[in-house]
Structures are given as C-alpha cells and as structure tokens.
C-alpha cells in the first residue's frame, strides 16, 4: 500500500518533471523565434492521452554514477571526434559489457547527450550538475514513458537546461 | 512498410545526397526530400531494433555511422541544415518500440520530426538533448493522434 502511494506520488512528480522539459523547450523556441509561436501547439498534441505502465525498481545511485561516466567519458572523447560520434562510441563501447543493467546503459546515453551542446566543458561543474539533475530525473520518470523514443534526450535536456540556467543566468 | 522498397528509396535518397547539389533545388522539394529522409532513417532504426539489437544499440550503431561520415569532412547541407546531424536525432524516433508505433507511423514521425527541425532546432540547439526532447514531442504527437483516430472509429 505505502509503495503504491509512494509511485502514485513518484509519477504525478514524474509528469510535471516531463511537461516542465517540454515546456521549456518550447519557450526557449518562441522565445528565440517568436514567429513561431504556433509551435506551442504541439503541446497540446503531446499531452492528451497519457498514463504511467511499468512499475520499474531503479536505484538511484546506479542511475547517478552511470550518468555521470556518460557525460565524462563524452567530454573525453569530444577532444578526439565530433559529438555524435564521441556519443555513439561511448554507448557503443557500454553496450558490450556484462552485469550492467539495462536502464544504466541507457541512462549513460542520456548523460552523453547533454554534452552535446555548446557549453558543457570538462573540468567544469556542469560534470557535478548535470548527471545530478539526469539521475534524479530518471528516476522520478523511471514508471513514464517507457518505450518512447526521446525519453532519454529529454532527460540530457533537462540537465543540459538547469546547468545552463544556473550558470548563465544565476551566476 | 516494404524493407525491400524502403533499402531502395533510402539509396537512392543517399546517392542524390552524395552527388547532387540539392540546395539549388526549388525550397518545397528540399522540405520534403529532408523530411522523407528522417522518416527512412527513423524507420530503419526501429527496424533494426526490432529484428537485430536493442534500440539503444540500434540508434547508436546508426548515429556511429554518420559520426564516420562527420568525421571524415562528408557533410551534405539541406536548407543550411547538416543532414547527418539531425538524421542522428531521428533515430531517438526510431527508438520508438512498435508496441507504440508501427513501421508506417514512425516512418510519419520521423517526417514530423524533420519538419519541425527545420523551424527549432536552429535556435534551440545551443542545449544538449534537444534533438532528443524533439523526437520525444513528435512521437507523442503521433501516437497521440493514432489513439483518437482509433476512438473515433470505435464510436
């Protein structure tokens, strides 16, 4: 009873979390393209039917440390390749290791994304921020969405936005 | 959706990118040769996850290509946009389990996602993931409309 309550809590946060991404998206678009405010309407589209399956047992630490190794051993590899490659080798290379669960292998993608931006650096604190936020992120939307392509770039995107927020706009 | 049929149109979508300068192409037929060609690589991508490999694997084994492809200065521009990058975003479409989507349908989000790249990805990708957050938006969308044109026909 008590973890039925505490998943039915942990998806309300979940939704709010995944709408609170999209959200943003869609004003960081307007706001830079006013023209195409229309956009905002796809929104509306996304947000009609949805409901919460799979009742997943992710721990948050693995989801934690494997979203921190995606985003360092990216920004290692950006130095050498562009960033879609340094981001397909990295998953690639995880891929073929025994004994890690699935989600974590997945999780490290959404890490590896939010590298790909302009303004991620090693050596920064975005490497403290950023696998913080995904890993909190994923865990709170780990009974969401399940099997939808993009989850996991919405994951390295909220990330990828709170690090920017604080740094550029708090800082 | 016809594999043989799509292999075919999508090497032949490769070889007009690789030979033919298609910025000098009327602006219509640029929106929609880029569009169908995030849908073939959407397509494929759940295709072979699917049948081969898990869906991470699947999109990475596919955005490793055209990293290669980066890598070796190969870029093919479509309306100022490079084409294997935002193709890389379109296989986070694919990654769409067909439990959800079917062939048809993310070959139509795949479409979906390439229109709407065209009008936000300029401005929003400065952020990592937004490709991501995109493709997520646009197989909502379609599901989304699959399930009311189901509803309809159930009443």
Not at chain 1, 7 to 18: D, T
Request: proline share 3%; charged share 5%; net charge positive.
């Amino acid at each position: 009873m008590q973890k039925k309550i505490q998943n039915y809590f942990k998806n309300k946060i979940g939704l709010s979390l995944i709408f609170l991404t999209q959200l943003v998206f869609c004003v960081f678009v307007i706001w830079q393209k006013p023209q195409f405010w229309y956009f905002a309407l796809i929104l509306i589209f996304s947000w009609l039917f949805l409901q919460p399956n799979i009742h997943n047992q992710q721990k948050w630490w693995i989801v934690l440390i494997f979203s921190f190794l995606g985003l360092y051993f990216t920004l290692i590899l950006k130095n050498y390749f562009n960033p879609i490659l340094a981001v397909c080798l990295g998953t690639l290379m995880l891929q073929f290791l025994p004994k890690i669960p699935n989600y974590a292998k997945g999780i490290f993608y959404a890490g590896a994304f939010a590298t790909m931006g302009d303004f991620v650096f090693l050596n920064d604190f975005s490497t403290l921020i950023i696998p913080f936020v995904c890993a909190t992120f994923a865990w709170f939307t780990q009974n969401l969405h399940n099997g939808i392509g993009g989850k996991l770039g919405t994951i390295g995107f909220f990330g990828a936005t709170v690090h920017f927020v604080i740094e550029f706009i708090i800082f | 959706m016809n594999i043989f049929a799509a292999v075919f149109i999508f090497l032949f979508n490769n070889s007009l990118l690789f030979w033919i300068n298609l910025n000098h192409f009327p602006v219509v037929l640029q929106i929609v040769f880029f569009s169908q060609y995030m849908g073939f690589v959407a397509f494929f991508t759940q295709y072979i996850a699917e049948k081969f490999l898990n869906p991470v694997k699947s999109s990475a084994v596919i955005g490793l290509i055209f990293g290669i492809f980066l890598q070796l200065n190969i870029h093919p521009q479509i309306l100022q946009f490079n084409v294997f990058t935002v193709a890389f975003g379109a296989t986070f479409v694919g990654m769409c389990s067909a439990k959800f989507l079917s062939g048809w349908a993310v070959f139509v989000a795949g479409c979906l996602y390439g229109l709407s790249a065209l009008f936000t990805l300029q401005s929003i990708s400065f952020i990592g993931g937004a490709m991501g957050t995109l493709a997520c938006l646009c197989c909502l969308v379609v599901i989304n409309i699959l399930k009311i044109a189901r509803w309809k026909k159930v009443i």
